[in-house]
């Protein structure tokens, strides 16, 4: 069993910058799939191995996935914000990657409970 918990979320003006953060815990496996969702909308996902980032494009070259496997954490670094990123974002894992579905929340396992975004413009 896997336990996820998003932090990071709040009020942003349009073109300014949030970190999402999602603390892992539960299982000592540090190679899940990891991925980042805006309500069931696919934003980015990190598999180890192979290591593979995938992002949606509407985030591409905006939104970067990160994960620090000592301390159990994967980020999600927003800049360039804008209002139709608002939405609620959610941490998700999976035992194994595949990258035709990475990006498809009905593919996750694990769910945190997620963090709120709002971008006023």
């Known amino acids: 069993q896997v336990q996820l918990v998003e932090s990071g979320g709040g009020l942003v003006q349009a073109g300014g910058s949030l970190r999402l953060s999602c603390a892992v815990s539960?299982?000592?496996?540090?190679?899940?799939?990891m991925g980042w969702f805006r309500q069931a909308e696919g934003i980015a996902a990190n598999g180890r191995f192979p290591?593979?980032?995938f992002y949606a494009d509407s985030v591409k070259g905006r939104f970067t996935i990160s994960r620090d496997n000592i301390k159990n954490m994967v980020y999600l670094q927003m800049n360039s914000l804008k209002p139709e990123d608002t939405g609620m974002y959610f941490c998700?894992?999976?035992?194994?990657?595949?990258?035709?579905?990475?990006?498809?929340?009905?593919?996750?396992?694990?769910w945190g409970q997620g963090t709120q975004v709002t971008v006023s413009s």
């Open positions: 539960g299982d000592s496996n540090t190679n899940y799939c």
């Open positions: 290591e593979n980032i």
């Open positions: 998700a894992a999976r035992p194994v990657c595949s990258v035709g579905d990475i990006l498809t929340a009905a593919r996750y396992t694990y």
